[in-house]
């Protein structure tokens, strides 16, 4: 017994002396080194790995375009990729690992809003940098958080008022049982309420749930015109599939949806999905030159089967929109970065994208796009211009009494 | 009235579902007693397999057959399912028939390298599977629409049950099955091979697995954690009908199929979960043995 | 005896002496692998001494730490409604969420309410006799329930992104590292005491009954003990156990989400008592670290082989290490004392029970 203790004590003390003796080096080296270190934190395991991946081979693409061009302030970007593991403790504890030990620049990572939110204090403590690049709910603008996927009213907010003016007014609203439907949901309703919509039902399902016949029966009693789904993942085949087995098409009922990007589509299958309509800032099929050379090298670098989508792009736009702000500030200094970024344009493939100095949002175009059934969307409405993030809705009055 | 006969009908198909995911377990858990975590990964392969032999006919096959990839994709989900659960048996699960606890916790590595396996053949994203063109579409009935694949599978779950009644009942080999769980050591001394008995009942339930998640192709994802969504429903509901009893697995299933929808209709899909697993913890302080158990004086 | 002691005492010494040979990296989870050494102590006490496997620990480890956080999202909100609540649309605080304002309700809440849960449910499976798998199976329907409930009360508990974003508690910041290391030692002595009470009961005659219900539950009763108190008792203590660790991983980590009282992880408390050694206390604690550690190595440097390793792991310690690395040690041990003596009768194997 006494034996196996001691070995245990021996062994931990080992792994932290020689821990310590890596960091050291570690640190010296990225000192003298023409190199910055970058860190890259999805989860690579785990049930959000299915979505997660793809933004870390974006952000990857992204880096070696860099490097290949020269790099920033003339040092190679270093990637430090780490593994969150659909794991909200995970995040955290890594993000903390990349600030502390790594000693990283920046990070690029996150998909759920429990993952930035797990990591946020990390990052106000350590005054890290964060950029996150999915469309999320809204209401949080953290001093070291860059966010560049859209907030509500760069997706729902126009895609309702869309709906409204060319698909109908009754509106019955379906979402996971989870932070960002019931947000999301929330502020619908009361953008109904002022524009003239009615809604006629409001159901969340438990993440995982496949199970869809009552709440199809339900919305069958209820009729509505449109369906504004805020389901996640696995739920959405299910949906979909008993959707269309109870006789509902796109032609009774429209279903907008908005978390199901080009990868989505692909695991619930065309054939039920053909004709609905999803909200994003970015479609593959979007039409600027940027895009096409942005498909055609991620298809090269990762297989000519995938596909890219909204929060691929916003991950590749995350890094260039950080490297630009650093060649303003001519630093990797926290706070120098963010002083630059203010303004800081990038010729994205899904249009340009300016960072908006006051929130630490970007100006995104917002487009609606009806699925095809080749898997991808053709666009039916897009904003025209960027529009300006407001994560908290403060220009729209019906939203005053959401804060 | 078409919502009464809609909820009727809906509890009627979850229940037809619940049961077919929960009639293998009560084969491998109800009568043989082991506690087999990786359940849901037999469902998992199932799906899996019903996408292989989809993707096969859509290469191999002249297109005016591709809708009949479902009937081939049955049998041969059995045979996967069945095959697994056998070689489980074989190499793990034979030697833990004594120790229940350590077969759930063995089991339950089997199906994290399951998923594992399974993602790194097909990837992490979901695979759809396009369902045969036979099985669009419903029945209407009062304004209601009762959807042929639902349908589909109230009658295979029903073909199951009857098959699985009759082999028990009426073969020597089902008998055998019977004679081994009801007392092992008396069946032994009779000249029966518990040994190939053991594997066959475990092969067989693993099989049902199969067919099942064949069936939820049609209804919902197919991916590497699909058996996940349904293991710990399957596990209640054959406690909850009893030990050993079949029947009682069909009125559990059909409980909590009733149950689920009707909560779901009246409150939401979220409370209703909770609802009826507190129903069943519940039901079960009232009657520890299920709803059919066979009545027993013995005291372990 | 005294030997073994000294073992104790050396290795407890070490962890004490943390701060001085980790890095602060390191140190935070060695902290966080320690509260889970904690829970495994509990789970060791009722499934390796009383043969009762729970696969629902989760569900306790997260009341405590949810309690717990309660008040340091009160606290950090300083007086104002939690930012969760004004965005889930909640006006007033919830009347239940009022006397976690106080720290000293809030830590003991974070004790009394995993035991009473544990002591209810127990009380009601027990007496009604239910054990074996169908316990573990129902304490599993437990953790669903809860996850569900949790999850979909979101304007009451924060729903999938749980509590989080905590600046101080007790008015001290929680962020600087000598209140780090402060915590740190705080869990080294917790999970010390914890221990030296686990061993106390287990060697006491109310632990040689907790043994005797596991291999003979009907001798117990017949021999006129009443096997449902004991279990109660020991299974409530375990729940206890979990909520206190659930305190100190929150104050250390400053979260907590459904996602960590699920069931996944609650199955995974479970194998880092099979790993170490179901029938022996220090193995517990071993293998909470030994299982953590590796999990971290192996998600750092090959994240897709970690579900694997973990599975065969899982396999192996229970095909052909039922007793854990402790157990191991101890047969080596005993081997090489039967070659010393030769022709001296060998010592009873342990007896495994599941």
Redesign the interface.
């Known amino acids: ?6 070995a ?2 021996l062994t ?2 080992g ?3 020689s ?2 003796l890596n ?1 050291e080096e570690e640190t010296t080296a990225a000192d003298t080194s023409d190199t910055v270190s970058v860190g890259v934190l999805h989860s ?2 785990g ?1 959000m ?2 979505s997660e ?1 793809s933004l870390r081979d974006a952000e990857l693409m992204a880096i070696e375009e860099i490097n290949a061009d020269g790099g920033v302030l003339g040092k190679q970007i270093e990637p430090i990729v ?2 969150g ?1 659909s ?4 995040f ?2 890594k993000a ?2 990349l600030l ?2 790594d000693e990283v620049a920046t990070v690029f990572g996150g998909w ?3 993952s930035r ?2 990591m ?2 990390v990052f106000e ?1 350590n005054n890290g940098l964060l950029w996150y690049p999915v469309q999320y ?1 809204g ?1 949080e603008s953290s001093p070291n958080i860059f966010y560049t996927g859209a907030t509500t009213n760069q997706q729902i907010v126009p895609s309702v008022t869309w709906l409204l003016e060319n698909k109908g007014k009754s509106f019955f609203l379906i979402g996971s ?3 960002f439907p ?2 999301a949901n ?1 502020e619908i309703k009361a953008q109904l309420e002022a524009e003239g919509g009615t809604l006629v039902g409001e ?9 869809y ?3 199809i ?2 919305i ?2 209820e009729k509505p015109e449109v369906i504004y789904n805020t389901l996640n993942g ?1 739920s959405n ?2 949906f979909f ?2 959707l ?4 509902i098409t796109a032609d009774d009922m429209t279903v907008l949806s908005v978390s199901i990007a080009e ?1 989505e589509i ?6 039920v999905l053909t004709g609905h309509y999803a909200a994003w800032n970015y479609f593959q099929t979007t039409d600027t030159p940027e895009n096409e050379k942005f498909v055609a090298a991620y298809k090269e670098a990762y297989g000519d089967d995938r596909v890219t989508g909204d929060p691929i792009e916003a991950a590749y736009n995350a890094v260039y929109l950080w490297a630009a702000a650093v060649e303003k500030a001519e630093s990797f200094d926290v706070d120098a970065v963010k002083e630059a970024a203010g303004g800081i344009e990038f010729k994205a493939p899904g249009g340009t994208v300016t960072i908006d100095g006051d929130n630490q949002h970007t100006y995104k175009t917002v487009r609606v796009g009806e699925i095809q059934a080749d898997g991808q969307f053709k666009e039916v409405w897009n904003s025209g211009e960027p529009v300006k993030p407001d994560p908290y809705l403060e220009t729209y009055p019906w939203a005053e009494e ?2 | 009235m078409a919502v009464v006969i809609t909820q009727i009908f809906n509890g009627i198909s979850l229940g037809s579902i619940l049961l077919l995911i929960a009639l293998g377990l009560a084969i491998t858990f109800g009568l043989m007693n082991v506690i087999n975590m990786a359940h849901g990964e037999f469902i998992m392969a199932g799906a899996y397999t019903t996408y292989v032999v989809q993707q096969a006919f859509s290469q191999y096959v002249p297109e005016s057959f591709f809708n009949y990839y479902y009937v081939a994709a049955i049998p041969l989900s059995f045979l996967i399912g069945a095959l697994l659960g056998f070689v489980l048996e074989k190499t793990l699960i034979r030697f833990l028939y004594h120790r229940p606890l350590d077969s759930l916790l063995a089991t339950w590595g089997v199906s994290l390298i399951l998923q594992q396996v399974a993602r790194s053949i097909f990837g992490a994203p979901n695979v759809a599977v396009t369902s045969p063109a036979w099985l669009d579409g419903g029945i209407a009935i009062a304004g209601a629409v009762l959807p042929y694949k639902r349908l589909f599978i109230i009658a295979l779950v029903t073909i199951c049950m009857i098959s699985l009644y009759l082999y028990l009942d009426k073969t020597a080999a089902g008998r055998k099955m019977r004679a081994v769980t009801m007392n092992r050591s008396m069946a032994s001394s009779l000249g029966v091979s518990t040994k190939k008995v053991d594997a066959a009942a475990f092969a067989i339930g693993s099989g049902l697995a199969g067919v099942a998640g064949c069936a939820l192709t049609v209804l919902g994802p197919i991916g590497s954690t699909i058996g996940t969504y349904y293991i710990v429903d399957a596990f209640m509901i054959v406690i909850l009908g009893g030990i050993g009893s079949l029947i009682g697995t069909v009125f559990g299933a059909l409980s909590v199929g009733m149950l689920g929808t009707i909560a779901e209709f009246w409150t939401g899909a979220s409370m209703a979960k909770v609802i009826v697993f507190v129903a069943i913890i519940a039901f079960l302080q009232y009657k520890p043995a299920g709803l059919f158990s066979a009545r027993t004086r013995s005291l372990e | 005896m005294d030997k073994k002691k000294l073992g104790y005492w050396l290795f407890f010494i070490a962890l004490f002496l943390g701060p001085l040979y980790l890095t602060e990296f390191r140190l935070a989870l060695m902290g966080k692998f320690l509260c889970f050494a904690i829970v495994a102590l509990g789970i060791c006490l009722i499934w390796g001494y009383t043969g009762i496997l729970s696969l629902g620990h989760g569900v306790y480890f997260g009341l405590g730490a949810y309690c717990t956080a309660m008040y340091l999202k009160l606290e950090s909100a300083g007086g104002e409604l939690p930012d969760f609540m004004e965005w889930s649309g909640v006006s007033a605080l919830p009347a239940f969420w009022q006397p976690f304002s106080n720290p000293v309700f809030a830590l003991g809440a974070s004790l009394v309410i995993p035991a009473l849960l544990a002591a209810m449910l127990g009380f009601l499976t027990f007496k009604n006799r239910i054990k074996g798998v169908y316990f573990s199976l129902i304490s599993q329907a437990v953790v669903v329930v809860f996850v569900t409930l949790f999850v979909a009360k979101q304007d009451w508990t924060g729903g999938t992104n749980g509590l989080t974003n905590f600046t101080t508690f007790l008015g001290i910041s929680l962020s600087s590292p000598l209140v780090q290391i402060a915590l740190y030692m705080l869990t080294v002595i917790t999970l010390g005491i914890s221990f030296a009470l686990a061993s106390r009961l287990t060697n006491s005659r109310a632990g040689r009954v907790l043994s005797a219900i596991r291999d003979g539950e009907n001798r117990v009763r017949f021999l006129g003990f009443n096997p449902t108190s004991y279990k109660v008792f020991v299974y409530s203590l375990s729940a206890a156990l979990a909520g206190l660790a659930g305190t100190l991983f929150v104050l250390q980590v400053g979260l907590i989400s459904p996602a960590m009282m699920g069931i996944i992880p609650s199955i995974e408390m479970v194998l880092w008592v099979a790993v170490g050694g179901r029938h022996s206390l220090i193995g517990a604690i071993l293998g909470a670290v030994i299982v953590n550690s590796a999990k971290s190595f192996f998600s750092e440097t090959y994240p897709d082989i970690w579900s694997i390793f973990l599975g065969l792991l899982f396999i192996i310690v229970v095909m052909f290490l039922p007793n854990g690395l402790v157990g191991m040690v101890q047969s080596w041990k005993d081997k090489r004392k039967k070659s010393k003596q030769k022709g001296g009768t060998a010592n009873a194997t342990d007896s495994v029970v599941s």
Do not use: F
């Open positions: 017994m006494i034996a196996a203790i001691s245990a004590a931990l003390s792994c932290a002396a821990n310590a960091e690579l395991s049930t790995a299915i991946v780490e593994d593991a794991d909200w403790p995970t955290a504890e903390k690992k502390q030990k759920t809003s429990a939110k797990a946020l204090p403590q709910e209401m049982d989870y932070v019931r947000t929330k159901e969340y399902t438990p993440l995982g749930h496949t199970d016949s009552t709440l029966s339900k069958k009693e696995d085949v299910a599939k008993q269309k087995d109870a006789g990868e692909r695991g619930i299958g065309t054939d959401l804060n």
